[in-house]
Nanobody, 120 residues
Framework: QVQLVESGGGLVQPGGSLRLSCAAS????????MGWYRQAPGKQRELVAR???????RYLDSVKGRFTVSRDNAKNTVYLQMNSLKPEDTAVYYC??????????????WGQGTQVTVSS
């Protein structure tokens, strides 16, 4: 069973930056897409960013221009660089990977979640 292990969450002031990382436990297991969802208290989980093996990307409208998703296929790792953070970015961020495409999910794997809190 492949596991996704996240790191990099924490507390940051508005306008600050954080970088999340997510590594798959099996380096020889290939995911067609990797990315990040988030869930704030009382809200539904939403897709934040996704990247395919060919580096096609999609972003939630509210994070465009501030967040950047990238991946290292050799290490089976995905990153989320978050800049200009806002209080409304506060949520639990979940790593997600699967065998679907940029706009559809299939055979999803999930990380355990990492808390990101943006507050002064």
């Amino acid at each position: 069973q492949v596991q996704l292990v996240e790191s990099g969450g924490g507390l940051v002031q508005p306008g600050g930056s954080l970088r999340l990382s997510c590594a798959a436990s099996a380096s020889d297991f290939s995911f067609s897409y990797m990315g990040w969802y988030r869930q704030a208290p009382g809200k539904q989980r939403e897709l934040v960013a996704r990247i395919t093996t060919r580096s096609s990307t999609r972003y939630l409208d509210s994070v465009k221009g501030r967040f950047t998703v990238s991946r290292d296929n050799a290490k089976n790792t995905v990153y989320l660089q978050m800049n200009s953070l806002k209080p409304e970015d506060t949520a639990v961020y979940y790593c997600n990977a699967g065998s679907g495409g940029l706009y559809y999910n299939h055979n999803d794997y999930w990380g355990q979640g990492t808390q990101v809190t943006v507050s002064s």
